[in-house]
Nanobody
Framework: QVQLVESGGGLVQAGGSLRLSCAAS????????MGWYRQAPGKQRDLVAT?????STNYADSVKGRFTISRVKNTVALQMNSLKPEDTAVYYC?????????WGQGTQVTVSS
């Protein structure tokens, strides 16, 4: 059983920065893929960025050049710069282990215009 605990998030003005962090516990193995998703009110949950254990990254087009995903072992971070009001959402940490999908509890990011 993998547990994901997120931290960071909050309220920031447009153009500002925030950093999210997510620590995984409950496994002694390095998780292959970790990532961040977000869900705005009334919308589906969408991919933001992922990173493999080898450091390969993937980003949604909407955040390329503004967000950076990184990790140390089973802790993953998301540095968000040049934030826009449309980045407002609940951000969820995600990973998979033994074919099962795991989610964090979510952290709210609100960007004011």
């Amino acid at each position: 059983q993998v547990q994901l605990v997120e931290s960071g998030g909050g309220l920031v003005q447009a153009g500002g920065s925030l950093r999210l962090s997510c620590a995984a516990s409950g496994t002694i193995f390095t998780l292959n893929l970790m990532g961040w998703y977000r869900q705005a009110p009334g919308k589906q949950r969408d991919l933001v960025a992922t990173i493999t254990s080898g450091g390969s990254t993937n980003y949604a087009d909407s955040v390329k050049g503004r967000f950076t995903i990184s990790r140390v072992k089973n802790t993953v971070a998301l540095q968000m710069n040049s934030l826009k009001p449309e980045d407002t959402a609940v951000y969820y940490c995600n990973t998979m282990r033994s074919g099962r999908n795991y989610w964090g509890q979510g952290t709210q990011v609100t960007v004011s215009s």
